[in-house]
T-cell receptor, first 109, second 115 residues
Framework: GQNIDQPTEMTATEGAIVQINCTYQTSGFNGLFWYQQHAGEAPTFLSYNVLDGLEEKGRFSSFLSRSKGYSYLLLKELQMKDSASYLCAVMDSNYQLIWGAGTKLIIKP | ETGVTQTPRHLVMGMTNKKSLKCEQH?????MYWYKQSAKKPLELMFVYSLEERVENNSVPSRFSPECPNSSHLFLHLHTLQPEDSALYLC??????????????FGQGTRLTVV
């Protein structure tokens, strides 16, 4: 079966750095997405990785290792507004998105 | 604002009621999706439409009935639901189906409570 694993909840301090991990087992691979979802709001696109390596976009970076079936989202200089759920999703060989359950990130002052 | 609008935002319905959820996108996208989001569970893909044709129905009970009258609108018709159907129903669209790297744009969802 297809499976995406990510931690249920993480806590970090304002101004710090946090890394949210995602491991996956899917039938085929056509890229990995990270989305941010604030409570009661729509998920919004953060990043897309299809090749190994690090993609940096401002305070957020996303890393992919296809051989290890592993990705992480790195958030730097954390702000209170970064408190949200972070969803990892993999596009499989049929171009369907397989979703993780999301990681709820709590930022403390 | 993501360009995908869902109404209503909240809905409470009895198990014998019939209601419809509406989704509208003016992004010029060709693919539209219905997802179910339950607490602490992965997003569940329910239906996929590409160019107004249904291309995916992931074993969804017949009490959920989708309709896509044109490329900008998507409906989810609900009837005789069960309490376990209470969840956040998200609509999404993407430029096209079957292309890697095509991000999905989500609506804010309809919070459905079945009583």
């Amino acid at each position: 079966g297809q499976n995406i694993d990510q931690p249920t909840e993480m806590t970090a301090t304002e101004g710090a750095i946090v890394q949210i991990n995602c491991t996956y087992q899917t039938s085929g691979f056509n890229g990995l997405f990270w989305y941010q979802q604030h409570a009661g709001e729509a998920p919004t696109f953060l990043s897309y990785n299809v090749l190994d390596g690090l993609e940096e976009k401002g305070r957020f970076s996303s890393f992919l290792s296809r051989s290890k079936g592993y990705s992480y989202l790195l958030l730097k200089e954390l702000q209170m507004k970064d408190s949200a759920s972070y969803l990892c999703a993999v596009m499989d060989s049929n171009y369907q998105l397989i979703w993780g359950a999301g990681t709820k990130l709590i930022i403390k002052p | 604002e993501t360009g995908v609008t869902q109404t209503p935002r909240h809905l409470v319905m009895g198990m014998t009621n019939k209601k419809s959820l509406k989704c509208e996108q003016h992004l010029g996208h060709n693919a539209m999706y219905w997802y179910k989001q339950s607490a602490k569970k992965p997003l569940e893909l329910m239906f996929v439409y590409s160019l107004e044709e249904r291309v995916e129905n992931n074993s969804v009970p017949s009490r959920f009935s989708p309709e896509c009258p044109n490329s900008s609108h998507l409906f989810l018709h609900l009837h005789t639901l069960q309490p376990e159907d209470s969840a956040l129903y998200l609509c999404a669209s993407s430029q096209e189906l079957g292309a890697g790297g095509t991000e999905a744009f989500f609506g804010q969802g309809t919070r459905l409570t079945v009583v």
